[in-house]
């Protein structure tokens, strides 16, 4: 509405014909675009730019000399490592983002439970995870998975387990990796629920209650339609960054043991950067294009029927 | 009157509930137990490095009980403190995230106030187009970004890959669309008739931006000052992909490439490493958590 | 000080025009209110004074001058907002002077000019203040003081009082009107309640979906609204409309409410009444405190008739009373000492020398 108005304004000035640049320059339209000038430079030239780069990238051969259309690609689903690393980044994402979502959900809710005056420092402690960088708590982590000194394998050897090999079998180093990424996105999820539920009101599970709801009830039919839209919106967040993770990966087993391990961001690097094939690295990354578009479409709808609601 | 204003503001619970109090009790019981294990299993980590970094190599070797330190010793700290080298990271590290915050709010809060306030052509596809630049991960763009560096050196001869100043290029790319975005969100609060009591006060558009909205809004600009801060202090990527030599390399790599040697690990400066590394992040979110907690849910429930 | 004119202004947003030709004459010192029901245009007319608003089509004088394409800071204005847009980080002195700020006054001058406007608001003691530690009350003097201490051409109020409490409304009213008295500067003053125009107003702008009904003083509004719209928007409780038609019985003109009811008209209405064809479908107005509890004597151009009364509100110094004729319920006011009860009958008695006629198709007072 404001931009109609704003297009007849500026038809009645032509018409007028009284522009000078001066009165350009002060003109809100031009003042606004010069305000935005630096932030559409710098995501046209560093992330458009790159975007449609790596596109044309994954179409070259290895010393990016010669057009070789599609065979990256091709070369890649021959590749066993390709599948089992298109098969462990879905699982990564998806199992880590269930469990930080259910999780989050969990410790949301005891949090909100508490009466209000504790609640700032059980929050700020939770939150301590999230806020440390996570390269640097993922070395924590490897230095307590370590494979001789494992502070886990020293405390459960008092209960008669292990060793467990923590990052050395494929299947524990994957549970390593997931269970990282669950220490490091479950608070924000606690957050953002927390949030949520402190904008319910309180007169809904009054009512609730007087209708008879038992606790479980009051969480299926009040909490959890109220957090639906945060709900969706976090989750799609944190799979996007879970999916395009790199450094949890990278730190713990850097792909290892065998590739077990490796996502594709990861993979990406190591054929990319350290296998200096970089068309080959870029065709790898292009491959988390698609489901990043679909859950960025996602977001976008709920974000902006958010924005109609308001 | 005053009596009653009090009970309430105490915790009456118990006087609401009524007959549910024995349940509220159980219930709080319950939440306090899970908690502490939740608050186990989140600080573990962290403290795990405390103590790894309060041990000498001896000690780490001797296989004793790792949750406990039986001969505190500082020789980590001190060892790393007086190395240049570690010195070193620590700067490269303090000097990139200074210049990337400043350039980043100095990008984002005009764009921020334009979109929010200049309603103008293109405006509304522009503001969605940062939402979804937000969502786009680093490690879709550090190969061709890395190849576009190369060939950029190639063509004019300004080195940028291995230098640190490349990650003033390259960190704004993390950190201006999420600030533009809770910027607009933080502005988009504004009653209108802050800035049109500002227009007929006689106040430009850059005034309105200066001397209204950038105090008005303050919260929202400490926040997106404290998200700059911590996603630049704790970028890993692009430093590793970037960077090579040791004298340009910041703290999270400098740790991890150096202090890693082949397959020797000084566990002990490595956990004082990374809680140093950690220390600025965490010391800002002690003093500004509710700054922090803000800047986090804005990204999501202002859209 | 000026005057403000306004010729054939037009908005549109869009299709939609929001304001569909408005001429307006506001001469100097004058305090004019706009009034209406929400969204017919009178905000944007204001906004559009203010240049806060384009103008679509036509032309806007302030002094004399055109200002279409005069930013607001030029137009030397001040207004006063509904939520009062106080800068929230600044004192009250720094709110009040941030426009002479700007306009690099000397700091003496500045200092002068906020004391000046403090007293005459009585907000002295508040100078040091942020607007967060004012009651609401407070917070609409200091809105008004910021537009005081820039000495403008003209005062613009955009319904600045609605998010007051009654009370308060009353009391900010007064002391509006006593500024006035005193800076003498022209005012523009929107506002959607009826009470807040009258009181305020040397002449009052009723406006209708983007069109001026009728300007006019409070009381040529009252007693000679040109529209039904005027008629029944102005006054509170508000006027009494019956379907009714006119009829001449024994060489007197009538007008005939029921089958069983007809008043003759008064001389005077008669003459005024006489060419209106006597099939023409009218309406009655009558505002409520002419309709009464029947007096003893009789008064010329006073009418009675008997009613059954459907509810009645005891008001304290009157009793509102209603009841239904020709399915319209009608409002009148009686003394409360007179025998009114809920499902009572009672003898009422209307007074047809304050009647108005109007044509029930057109809504136009006859």
């Known amino acids: 509405m404001a931009d109609v108005a704003l297009q007849s304004n500026r038809a009645a000035q032509a018409a007028r014909k009284r522009g000078s640049l001066h009165r350009m320059l002060k003109r809100k339209s031009t003042v606004a675009f010069l305000m935005t000038l630096p932030l559409i430079l710098l995501i046209a030239t560093l992330v458009i730019y790159p975007a449609f780069y790596a596109l044309h990238l994954a179409t070259l051969n290895k010393s990016m ?7 990256n690609f ?3 689903f021959r590749r066993e490592t390709f599948w089992l690393v298109v098969k462990q980044s879905c699982i990564f994402a998806i199992t880590a983002v269930i469990f930080k979502a259910v999780l989050g959900f969990i410790i949301a809710h005891f949090v909100h439970n508490i009466p209000a005056k504790g609640q700032r420092k059980w929050r700020g402690m939770l939150l301590v995870p999230w806020v440390i960088p996570p390269a640097m708590s993922t070395l924590a982590w490897l230095w307590l998975f370590d494979p001789s000194y494992s502070a886990f394998n020293y405390t459960l050897s008092f ?81 996007i960054v879970t ?68 | 009157m005053a009596t009653v204003t009090i009970d309430k503001a105490a915790p009456t619970r118990k006087v609401k509930y009524g007959s549910m109090s024995r349940d509220r009790t159980w219930a709080l019981r319950w939440s306090y137990f899970f908690l502490v294990i939740f608050a186990i299993f989140s600080l573990t980590p962290p403290i795990y490095m405390l103590i790894t970094s309060l041990k000498s190599s ?88 890395f190849k576009m560096f190369a060939v950029i050196g190639d063509w004019t001869g300004i080195q940028l890959i291995n230098k640190w100043y490349v990650l003033l290029i390259l960190y704004p790319t993390l950190t201006v669309p999420f600030c533009t975005w809770i910027m607009i969100g933080y502005f988009a609060s504004i009653p209108k008739e802050l800035d049109e009591a500002a227009i007929i006060d006689g106040a430009s558009w850059i005034q309105t931006l200066t001397r209204i909205f950038i105090p008005v809004a303050f919260p929202g600009i400490i926040a997106a000052t404290i998200f700059a801060f911590t996603v630049s202090w704790a970028q890993f990527l692009y430093p590793l992909v970037f960077t090579t030599s040791t004298d340009q390399l910041v703290m999270p790599v400098g740790i991890i490439t150096t202090l890693i040697k082949g397959d020797v690990f000084n566990w002990g400066q490595i956990m004082t490493g990374a809680l140093l590394g950690a220390a600025p992040p965490l010391i800002i979110y002690a003093f500004l958590m509710d700054y922090y907690i803000a800047g986090l849910t804005a990204g999501a429930t202002k859209g | 000080m000026a005057d403000v004119t306004l010729r054939k202004v037009v908005k549109r947003y869009d299709e939609v025009e929001a304001v569909r030709g408005i001429d307006l004459d506001i001469a100097d ?68 002077s941030f426009g002479l700020r700007l306009k690099r006054y000397p700091k003496a001058e500045i200092k002068s000019r906020i004391d000046e406007a403090a007293r005459m608001l009585d907000i002295v003691e508040l100078v040091d203040r942020k607007p967060k530690q004012l009651s609401g009350g407070q917070r609409q003097r200091v809105a008004m003081g910021r537009a005081i201490v820039r000495n403008p051409k003209v005062f613009l109020f955009d319904e600045p009082l609605s998010n007051l409490d009654a009370k308060l409304r009353v009391q900010m009213r007064i002391e509006i009107k006593k500024v006035h008295q005193k800076v003498r500067t022209t005012t523009v003053y929107v506002t959607h309640d009826q009470v807040e125009a009258m009181t305020l107003a040397d002449r009052v702008v009723v406006m209708n979906h983007g069109r001026i009904e009728q300007i006019g003083t409070p009381n040529e509004l009252y007693h000679k609204p040109a529209t039904k719209f005027v008629a029944s928007f102005i006054g509170s409780p508000a006027m009494n409309f019956i379907p009714c038609r006119l009829e001449d019985i024994a060489g007197k003109l009538h007008v005939r409410l029921t089958d069983r009811l007809a008043f003759p008209l008064p001389l005077a209405r008669a003459v ?23 007096k003893p004597h009789p ?62 198709v057109t809504g136009v007072v006859l």
């Open chain 1, 65 to 71: 000399q010669r057009f070789v259309g599609l065979s």
């Open chain 1, 74 to 76: 091709e070369f890649l």
């Open chain 1, 159 to 239: 209960f008669g387990i292990g060793p467990i090999p923590w990052t050395g079998d494929a299947m524990w180093a994957r549970f390593s990796v997931i269970l990282v990424n669950i220490w490091v996105g479950a608070p924000f999820f606690m957050i953002m629920y927390l949030a949520a539920l402190k904008s319910v009101p309180e007169q809904l599970y009054e009512a609730a209650a007087i209708d008879g709801a038992n606790w479980w009830q009051r969480i299926w039919y009040v909490t959890l339609p109220m957090m639906r839209n945060i709900i969706a919106i976090t989750t799609l967040f944190s799979l």
């Open chain 1, 243 to 310: 999916f395009a993770n790199f450094d949890i990966v990278r730190i713990l087993t850097a792909g290892g043991p065998l590739d077990h391990t490796h996502i594709f961001a990861t993979w990406a690097f190591r054929i990319g950067i350290e296998g200096s094939d970089i068309p080959l690295g870029a065709s790898v990354s292009l491959f988390m294009v698609p489901i990043l578009a679909v859950a960025a479409i996602f977001i976008l709808r709920d974000v902006n029927k958010r924005g109609n609601e308001s």
């Open chain 2, 58 to 145: 001896a000690e780490i070797s001797a296989a004793t009980n790792p949750w406990w330190v039986f001969h505190p010793t500082l020789e980590n700290y001190v060892g790393l403190l007086t190395s240049n080298q570690f010195l070193r990271f620590f700067w490269n590290s303090a000097i990139v995230s200074i210049f990337v915050v400043t350039i980043t709010m100095l990008i984002s809060v005009p764009a921020a106030f334009a979109l929010a306030r200049m309603r103008f052509w293109g405006s509304a596809v522009l503001a969605t187009g940062v939402f979804l630049t937000y969502l786009i991960p680093e490690t879709l763009l550090f190969i061709p970004l």
């Open chain 3, 29 to 96: 010192h004058e305090f004019v209110v706009l009034v209406g029901p929400s969204g017919c245009g009178k905000s944007t007319t204001l906004r559009m004074i203010a240049g806060l608003e384009d103008i679509s089509d036509g032309d806007i004088m302030i002094g004399g001058d055109v200002v279409n394409d005069v930013p607001p800071k030029d137009r030397d204005i001040a207004m006063v907002f509904q939520n009062y847009a106080l800068y929230p980080h600044m004192t009250v002195a720094e709110n009040m």
């Open chain 3, 272 to 294: 005024r009444y006489q060419n209106i064809p006597r099939t023409e479908k009218l309406l009655l107005g009558l505002r409520p405190e002419h309709v009464t509890e029947a």
């Open chain 3, 299 to 360: 008064q010329p151009g006073v009418e009675t008739f008997d009613t059954v009364l459907d509810v009645t509100e005891p008001m304290g110094m009157e009793t509102l009373i209603y009841f239904t004729m020709e399915g319209s319920q009608v409002c009148g006011r009686v003394n409360p000492n007179a025998d009114a009860h809920d499902g009572a009958p009672l003898r009422l008695a209307v007074d047809l020398n304050n009647m108005h006629l109007l044509n029930e």
